[in-house]
């Protein structure tokens, strides 16, 4: 037995929402709250898919972030989390070497942003700049549905689409013994 991924639920359950839920719902708020599901369940399913791996970019662009301005101030010590990064790991402990990078940046931020030091609006311009790029990044970011009659692993043909129940179609499927067509 195949054990489908969350990829697939989410895609299903916004499918779902799309096609059968959506057209039946006439009040303004419910619609609105739809909305909501909708982007949250899209956002789910981009953390399983481009997200993570706009997270990885994001947090070795702060590291090395990092290191430049600590450079600047003298520093030497490295970030808190500068070790390999687990890519098998999934999103939420990608998320929490963001938070911990993110906070670290803070810290040094704070001790140079009283310097008059030429480097300093330069470095404090890309800290700004890092700490949106996550978002916009994946903003945009598309996901691919999982199409209710394939497996999400396989390309959509026309053998695993739903065919309509007509004259010839049903012929065709007791004349092969139930098999599809």
């Known amino acids: 037995m195949k054990i489908n991924s969350t990829a697939r639920y989410v895609s ?12 039946e719902i006439s009040s303004q708020k419910a619609k609105e709250s739809l909305s909501l599901v909708r982007m949250a369940l899209t956002e789910v399913l ?7 791996d706009q997270l990885i970019e994001t947090i070795n662009t ?9 450079e600047a101030l003298g520093d030497v010590e490295p970030p808190g989390d500068s070790g390999p990064i687990d890519y098998a790991a999934g999103f939420d402990p990608l998320a929490e070497i963001y938070a911990r990078l993110s906070q670290d ?22 800290a700004a700049e890092w700490e949106v790029d996550y ?17 999400g692993d396989q390309k959509s043909s026309k053998e695993n689409q739903p065919q309509k129940l ?8 007791l004349a092969i013994g139930g098999k599809r067509v």
């Open 12 to 23: 299903l359950a916004l499918q779902a929402l799309n096609e059968d839920i959506l057209p």
């Open 62 to 70: 702060g590291r090395q972030l990092y290191s430049q301005i600590a």
């Open 166 to 173: 007509n004259k010839e179609y049903l012929q065709a499927f």
């Open 135 to 151: 978002m916009l990044a994946t903003q945009n970011s598309e996901v691919e549905p999982v199409n209710k009659f394939n497996c």
């Open 46 to 52: 981009k953390r399983e898919g481009p997200a993570i």
């Open 105 to 126: 940046l803070d810290l040094l931020l704070a001790r140079l942003s009283p310097r008059t030091d030429p480097q300093v609006e330069s470095l404090m311009r890309t």
